[in-house]
């Protein structure tokens, strides 16, 4: 028995679908109007389906049928029934074709008539609305959207809209990687990253993990710019890895970027000398440099009778030129030193003098 009702050849078509594993149905023996079938045409959604509760948001598709303006009298229908309470479609477009949006009687949304360009396709735009204070895991997907030429029709499921927020990613470009050399020891480093997914200027944390540890600690803010790209100058002066976070917004979910690995830095100190008398409550003053600053320095004094006694801890300034002091108490032998603290140190982290007070 042949089916002339338009209206009851969707229903069946649709009963079809909802089959378990379903995803085409319905195409009659005979083909279109204009010789092209229904199956010829594809639905695809070009924009996120993302709609943040309290707002619309415009969801993209493009239907792409054959290389040709005029492929026949094409129609793109979808049931409304499944729409989640809190997600409304509020108006619904294919270029310069109208479409209806029937949510009482017919339960149902169409556009007749598609105008298509030479290439084939045409856009077809939707205007989701989400209610404001909605749970944030609202999904109107795989809702089963019918292509019909003439008699003859194909259906797809289209994830069309969620409240979810919309994945964004973040990269930060690898660091160079090259052997230790003294003379670039701890040089700035500069950090740059992209972000993936909001189009709006977004903040990024910048965090340090030092090596051998597991805790990562903030060193810089920075913000996006109109690519969405980032940069920022490290002056490192520890080895360990760094990594980008961008914490959301209504939008967009939290991303972290993979770890990318700091150049290596062996700290050291240079150039030391002492000056000052060898007398009691006299004092030794010990120049210096730390290379790469800033750093901490702790001088320190042992008699060789007990461990080592610390005098003064000095952080080195931004030129890693260093100044420390120590007036002995008593006479005797000394072995006083300037102690480099912290990991990743060179074979020169410290400077030891010999000291005989009378």
Known sequence: MRIRSDRLRRCIAAAILALPGAVIAVSPAHAATAGYPASAFTLTRDSLPNVVPGTSARIHFTLQGPAVSDPGPVELSLPLTGLP??????????????CRIDHQETGRAWCSGLTFFNTGDTWIQMIVEAAPGVSRDLDWFGVPVSISVG????MSRQDIATTRHAEATLTLK???TDEYDRETNGDPQTITGWLSGPETREQ?????RTARSTIWRKIATVTTDEYQSFEYEYEHRINGDVRARFPGNDAFAAATSAATRLPGVQAGLIGWKATGTSKVGQTLTMTGRVVPSRRKVVL????????WN??????????GAITLTWTPKAKGK?????WLTGDHKAAWTYYTRVQKVS
């Not at 309470?85 to 109208?98: C, I, K, N, Q």
């Not at 008699?151 to 194909?154: K, T």
């Not at 610390?310 to 030129?319: I, R």
């Open 85 to 98: 309470e809190g997600l409304r479609l509020v108006a619904m477009d294919a270029g310069s074709t109208a």
């Open 151 to 154: 008699q003859d029709v194909v």
């Open 174 to 176: 690898d660091l160079p």
């Open 204 to 208: 990024i944390v910048l965090e340090l």
């Open 300 to 307: 320190q004094w042992s008699d060789k009778t007990s461990g």
């Open 310 to 319: 610390t005098v003064q801890t000095v952080e080195s300034p931004a030129d």
């Open 334 to 338: 000394y072995w006083v030193r300037a």
